[in-house]
């Protein structure tokens, strides 16, 4: 079994950056694609970006490249997102995932995910 715990949010002003951290411990990663979801009350959980482990391939929905950069440490087994330029749009729970499937964007393929970290961004 793989288990995920995210890190790392928190109250933040507009335009400020911050970074999450989802350490990733159970299962070797070298078959799986790590992804970052977020959601806000009463809507569905929204994919962000991805990486294949073994090879750092990565993947960004429109809205985020740019602004947003997934990496990992495959020594440490974490994952990591830098936000930078955060707007109060991005106020959400965040989320970290694990499919078998490279660039998936569909919850259905994430059998794994960590419980989520809270991210406020104030005006």
């Known amino acids: 079994q793989l288990q995920l715990v995210e890190s790392g949010g928190g109250l933040v002003q507009a335009g400020d950056s911050l970074r999450l951290s989802c350490a990733a411990s159970?299962?070797?990663?070298?078959?799986?694609?790590l992804a970052w979801f977020r959601q806000t009350p009463g809507k569905e959980r929204e994919f962000l970006a991805s990486?294949?482990?073994?090879?750092?391939?990565?993947y960004y929905i429109d809205s985020v490249k740019g602004r947003f950069t997934i990496s990992r440490v495959d020594a440490k087994n974490t994952l990591y997102l830098q936000m930078n330029s955060l707007k109060p749009e991005d106020s959400a729970v965040y989320y970290c995932?694990?499919?078998?499937?490279?660039?998936?964007?569909?919850?259905?393929?994430?059998?794994?995910w960590g419980q989520g970290t809270q991210v406020t961004v104030s005006s």
């Open positions: 995932a694990a499919s078998s499937v490279t660039k998936s964007t569909t919850i259905k393929d994430y059998p794994f």
């Open positions: 159970g299962l070797s990663l070298r078959r799986y694609s």
């Open positions: 990486i294949r482990w073994i090879d750092a391939l990565t």
